[in-house]
């Protein structure tokens, strides 16, 4: 038998058990319209004729008092008729009897009936109003009282009868809901005993398929399914047994090879200079090399990562979560992301770096971490910025007196000159006011790598801040031809701010902008809150960075090939740090056809400083 059999006969007991509840509910429907059709059927008929008799003998007693009081001729447009109607339906109550006291009930009425009629026809006979009137009320309308309560009685009979019927109907309405609730709960819980039990039979061999997957799964290959049948999973169960056995046989083929490949590969990261640590997932160490070994005193049993100095523990738990939470491979920004550590030689200073490792289904399980020896590297920057302060401090002295004589020539103070010379001392003075700014950015980076830089809080508003920004530069962007405007969103926050380091970063956010805006362009200098913080943002309408340059707009001495403008690179790099400085945060937006949009924030009084991970 098939697969596609065995489950299909699993699921005939709930058909079976839909069989059998469609029966009894089929009954139970069948039962109550039955009740129902037996009222109507019934009692409802003789009810209707009871209450038109009753009616009809209204009428008919009505003409009978036009008689007595001397209405003739409405007695005898109303008389005949309700006789006739009277006589109609006692006939139909006649052949409508269906309860036992009801027969007895209906001869009474007919007796009284006959009786009040006879009286009735011998008092339309009569002709003198005082007679008339005499009659009425002596013979007529005590006829007619028992007459009407012999209908009444009637009418009382069958309503009675309808009460019963209902309630015997909810009987069997209520016999029949229990019945149905309990076929239903004997019929599912026998066709789910007989399902379950019946695919549980069908899918054991399953199970057996399953558990041998298992083993193969984690390493035996010993494992076998050995199913037996001609179904669709004893054959997939063969097929099983026959790749098991490939796989054994491949194992013991290339358990050499894999060795060998495996000794190759620790050979290979062993003649690395640099310490390589491969982690798993979970942060437990698969390998490492000689140099990690040597210099972090790491080896691959117990608990290596205890052992090694805590800056580097954290750094390297640092980017392993980088690599693992799926963020692909990490590469650090620069060298101050170098740690230091104390080893034999000296110390060093090692830049972390990571990898991830994947499985052949294409998910992270690992992460390679190269600890690259930046010591070298690190002494040349520090000479380099050791050059850089000496520099701009020797260029400082010679570039003032340069000015200064620039200035006391085009001020004429030592004699007239011509306008050729004075053309040639203007753009003299030009270039020694933008050595000056160079000077001045390569000073205030020795003081930033020196750590010396230091700004002094005040809480200003926001608006006060915007607005010198906006004041110092406005001039020199009229003159550029380009707009610069101020736009402030409510509520205006104060922050916490050294008014002379922040000016020196709109100054240099502000002259890129104008620098790079088109003439009759905009810029836009912004300030609105942002949950805790003031942002603020400068938006001009220029080319914008291109994609490949924007993370490294804020490196030092970097510029975007091809821009034009003076300076060496520092301001965006400064601007940062004055900002980083302050407890804020700095970067930049591009939008497609909007230019550039760059922003930092600023502390508001009684706010935290941000804390950069």
């Known amino acids: 038998m098939s697969l596609r059999a065995k489950l299909l006969a699993a699921q005939a007991p709930l058909a079976l058990v839909l069989l059998l509840l469609g029966g009894v509910s089929l009954r139970t429907l069948s039962d109550l319209g039955r009740s129902s059709q037996r009222i109507l059927q019934d009692n409802y008929r003789s009810v209707l004729a009871a209450q038109r008799m009753m009616d009809a003998l209204q009428r008919i007693d009505s003409a009978a008092f036009f008689s007595a009081a001397g209405r003739a001729d409405k007695a005898q447009t109303q008389g005949p008729s309700s006789v006739r109607a009277f006589e109609e339906e006692l006939a139909v109550q006649e052949n409508n009897i269906t309860e036992p006291p009801e027969a007895n009930a209906t001869q009474e009425l007919r007796r009284l009936w006959d009786d009040y009629r006879s009286k009735y026809d011998r008092f339309r ?32 009979i069958n309503q009675d009868a309808m009460v019963e019927k209902s309630d015997q109907a909810h009987r069997i309405g209520e016999r029949n809901r229990s019945l149905l609730l309990f076929s239903t709960i004997c019929a599912l819980a026998v066709g789910i005993f007989a399902s379950v039990s019946l695919t549980r039979r069908a899918l054991r061999p399953l199970q057996k398929l399953s558990l041998a997957v298992q083993r193969i799964g984690e390493g035996d290959l010993d494992a076998r399914a050995r199913l037996r049948g001609k179904d669709e999973i004893a054959e997939v169960g063969r097929e099983l047994d026959v790749m098991a056995d490939r796989l054994r046989e491949y194992r013991n083929s290339s358990l050499g090879e894999l060795l060998q490949a495996q000794q190759a590969s620790q050979a290979a990261i062993d003649s690395l200079p640099d310490p390589v640590l491969v982690l798993s997932i979970e942060g437990e160490v698969l390998n490492v ?325």
Not at 489 to 518: K, T
Request: glycine share 10%.
């Open 125 to 156: 006979t009569l002709e003198r109003e005082e007679e008339a009137r005499r009659v009425y009320f002596a013979v007529m309308e005590p006829a007619f009282l028992r007459v009407k309560q012999a209908a009444q009685r009637i009418l009382e």
């Open 289 to 613: 090399n000689q140099a990690a070994e040597t210099v972090l005193q790491v080896s691959g049993s117990g608990d290596p990562l205890a052992r090694m100095p805590a800056e580097v523990r954290d750094a390297v738990e640092k980017v392993r979560a980088h690599v693992v939470g799926g963020k692909g491979a990490y590469a650090p920004r620069g060298l101050e992301e170098a740690v230091r550590v104390r080893a034999d030689g000296g110390d060093r200073a090692l830049l972390p770096r990571a990898t991830p490792l994947y499985s052949e289904q294409g998910g992270v399980v690992g992460a390679t971490i190269v600890l690259q020896d930046v010591t070298r590297l690190l002494r040349f920057d520090e000479l380099k910025n050791d050059l850089v302060a000496t520099v701009a401090h020797e260029f400082r002295t010679p570039l003032t007196s340069l000015r200064m004589a620039i200035h006391i020539l085009v001020e004429g103070t030592v004699g007239s000159i011509n306008d050729r010379q004075a053309d040639l001392l203007q753009a003299a003075r030009e270039d020694c006011e933008r050595l000056q700014g160079i000077v001045e950015d390569l000073l205030d980076l020795s003081r930033i790598l020196a750590g010396k830089v230091e700004v002094s809080l005040t809480p200003l508003s926001a608006k006060s801040v915007a607005d010198a920004a906006v004041a110092a530069k406005v001039e020199v962007a009229r003159e550029a031809g380009v707009d610069l405007e101020e736009t402030l969103a409510e509520p205006v926050l104060p922050v916490l701010v050294d008014p002379e380091r922040i000016g020196l970063v709109f100054e240099n956010l502000i002259s890129n902008a104008i620098r790079h805006s088109p003439k009759g362009g905009r810029i836009e200098v912004r300030a609105e809150p942002d949950r805790e913080r003031v942002r603020f943002e400068v938006r001009d309408q220029g080319p914008g960075v291109p994609p490949e340059y924007r993370h490294r707009i804020f490196e030092k001495f970097f510029r975007v090939p091809g821009t034009k403008g003076e300076g060496i690179g520092l301001g965006l790099y400064i601007s940062r740090e004055i900002v980083l400085a302050h407890g804020g945060e700095m970067g930049v937006e591009v939008g497609g056809g909007d230019g550039t949009r760059f922003w930092f924030t600023l502390r508001v009084p009684g706010q935290s400083p941000s804390i950069e991970v």
